[in-house]
């Protein structure tokens, strides 16, 4: 009895165990099932979304630029295919090691790399490292991928500019966005990388012709090297600009211009068209496209023929003996003289104990305001400009548009100075004095303006009294329709001047070179009416002009407009330091209008096959 009672005792025990051995059974059980429950359905997405990213890699596929022609449609800058240098930081485990690597392999600057590898972003982007790289560099990358975890070449199209330095200044040139950019509203949707206009119409108008970026999601190894597309956003090209500038017009001006510094501007008074805009000295776009180092780019900057330094916008000149036409027509408008009005030059004007000399030490004579313009008296200026006072002058000066932005389509248009009683006051902190009126009243002293408000200005009284807005832009050719939008010319004021002010003006400005002052620019081609100007740049100087140094001469200035019966051209000429516009100026423009003459005409290098060849070939002058 002893022996059964212990046998039931056991058993009692060990049927105990096997229940606390099934609940803890159960209790892994559902510990197993609630752990699963967790990691499969509610951090599923996470780790599925790990999952993807440690196998995919995003690749931004960068748009082509929209192409850019000229008014004819001859092709000034395209997109060629190149070869760009990206690296997946995610895939990089040491980045020295890789920025050692590449110095090593293709002669990267390493501080440059360390930058881009730096530069803020999202980090699942690959980052742009060098574009443009030779076939010999390309090659020797993808033979050392073992090496270069999370390197890749991608093939992109680069910006090219087959005329090269031509129209340049027009154009603009390209480049990487940089990080300041980049903090940019308007630069908000772009990454590392992406190529933007830096100059130019490329510049203002690079929301346009930029396009929009794709993307593609690539399958990738261990070492972070493509094995497949999973899915591919294609990119969108940007849309083509038409230019209202003749290449063929465009090297002829540039061409002209040599290897002096100055600029030439050419423009349809009738619908503010610039038919063409040279400025020496100029660049290759095609060579600032590319990454330069930081010497290179000071080397650039500090050459001393500011080749940068578009001229034509933003080039800032005493205006010389050209502002004696608005000076005419603030005369006659104010009631200080009228047509028949005369005023004696004994080649010099009186003035409190200075003499103010005119360009001619005989005199003029007694001089009409007709016969003032055509041979550019100064004495008869002096006295009108003193009769009339700086602030009356300022106030016509800027009705014709001086001391202000044109509106043409380029960044960082400068406007000159007109000076008056209030802006001396205000930038120079003195009273006006009365000799400075003097000096004003043949535009020297502080006047400047630019060539292109010049050329501007003439055309205005060209167009009797009208101004339209300069531009570059013609048409804009939308890359996804195939449609061409045409852009209207643009008026923008009307000058309040009598119906005759400028009518006399204008027979005034044919006399000028027909018996005055510019008759180098008389054509038998076309009739053509002008002013010359030549702006002292330094103190006043003795002795032949030979004996000064270039630096210290004087600059030559040129406008006019034709033909004078019904004018479809007005052209600005200014030549930094050679002296006087009548013989240095006048023929240059002499030589711009002949040949849009013959342009327009369909005469000798008219025809398509000539303007393509002009616009392609090299252009004469100084350039980087």
């Known amino acids: 009895m002893a022996t059964a009672g212990l046998h039931d005792s056991e058993l009692g025990e060990l049927q105990r165990r096997l229940v606390v051995l099934r609940v ?15 990691l499969q359905i509610r951090e599923g997405p996470y780790y599925r979304d790990l999952s993807e990213n440690n196998r995919t890699r995003s690749v931004i596929l960068e748009p082509a630029r929209g192409l850019i022609y000229d008014r ?3 092709l000034l800058a395209n997109n060629v295919p190149s070869f760009s240098l990206y690296v997946s930081l995610e895939d990089v485990k040491d980045r020295e090691a890789l920025v050692d690597t590449l110095t090593e ?13 730096a530069v803020r972003g999202a980090k699942q982007l690959p980052r742009k490292i060098k574009d443009r790289l030779t076939l010999r560099e390309a090659t020797l990358i993808e033979s050392h991928r ?9 093939v992109e199209s680069q910006r090219n500019y087959p005329s090269g330095v031509t129209a340049s200044h027009v154009l603009g040139y390209v480049g990487e966005v940089s990080a300041e950019q980049l903090e940019k509203p308007e630069f908000a949707e772009l990454h590392q990388g992406s190529i933007v206009g830096q100059y130019g119409v490329e510049k203002f108008f690079d929301h346009i012709v930029r396009g929009q970026a794709g993307q593609k999601s690539v399958e990738v190894d261990a070492l972070g090297h493509e094995k497949r597309t999973v899915m591919v956003d294609q990119p969108h090209a940007g849309d083509d600009l038409y230019l209202t500038i003749d290449a063929r017009l465009q090297k002829v001006a540039e061409d002209l211009l040599g290897q002096e510094s100055g600029a030439i501007v050419a423009l349809d008074p009738t619908k503010g068209d610039i038919l063409a805009m040279a400025s020496r ?4 776009p095609n060579i600032l496209s590319r990454e330069l180092t930081g010497k290179q780019w000071v080397e650039i900057v500090q050459d001393e023929g500011r080749p940068l330094n578009n001229r034509a916008s933003q080039g800032q000149y005493p205006p ?13 408008e104010s009631n200080t003289v009228t047509p028949s009005s005369t005023v004696f030059c004994s080649g010099g004007y009186q003035f409190g104990k200075r003499v103010y000399h005119d360009w001619k030490a005989s005199g003029h004579g007694y001089v009409d305001l007709r016969k003032a313009l055509i041979h550019s008296c100064d004495v008869y200026f002096y006295t009108i400009g003193q009769r009339m006072g700086i602030d009356t002058m300022a106030s016509y000066a800027h009705q014709f548009g001086l001391g202000e932005e044109t509106g043409v389509e380029l960044p960082s248009e400068r406007v000159g100075i007109v000076p008056s009683t209030a802006w001396k ?37 060209a167009n009797d009294g009208v101004t339209y807005r300069p531009r570059l832009v013609q048409g804009i050719m939308d890359r996804a329709t195939g449609q061409r939008q045409e852009l209207p010319a643009v008026p923008k004021s009307k000058l309040d001047l009598r119906p005759d002010t400028l009518k006399l003006i204008r027979e005034a400005l044919a006399g000028v070179v027909t018996e005055g002052t510019a008759t180098r620019a008389k054509s038998s081609l076309v009739t053509i009416a002008g002013k010359t100007g030549t702006a002292q740049t330094a103190a006043l100087r003795t002795g032949p002009e030979k004996d000064i140094p270039k ?10 407009f034709a033909p004078v019966e019904n004018p479809t051209i007005a052209v600005a000429v200014l030549v930094e330091h050679m002296g006087h516009g009548g013989s240095a100026a006048a023929p240059l423009a002499k030589e711009v209008i002949e040949t849009y003459m013959k342009l327009k005409a369909g005469g000798p290098g008219g025809g398509p096959e000539a303007a393509a060849s002009a616009a392609l070939q090299g252009t004469g002058g100084r350039s980087l």
Do not use: C
Not at 281 to 284: E, K, L, R, S, T
Not at 320 to 332: C, D, E, I, P, Q
Not at 551 to 560: E, Q, T, Y
């Open 425 to 461: 006051l205000k930038v120079k902190r003195e009273p006006w004095l009365p000799g400075e009126t003097i000096s004003a009243a043949i535009g020297q002293g502080y006047v400047t303006v630019t060539p292109l408000q010049m050329a501007s200005l003439i055309g205005t009284v």
């Open 72 to 74: 004819n449609g001859i």
């Open 24 to 38: 803890g059974l159960l209790l892994v059980v559902a510990l197993l099932a609630l752990r699963l429950w967790h």
């Open 320 to 332: 010389g003996s050209t502002f004696k036409v608005l000076m005419a027509a603030a005369a006659l």
């Open 551 to 560: 630096k210290l001469r004087d600059h030559a200035w040129f406008v006019a």
């Open 105 to 117: 392999l293709i002669g990267l600057d390493p501080a440059l790399v360390r930058k881009k590898l």
């Open 146 to 154: 073992l090496d270069l975890p999370g390197v890749m070449i991608q």
């Open 281 to 284: 000295p100029a660049f290759d």
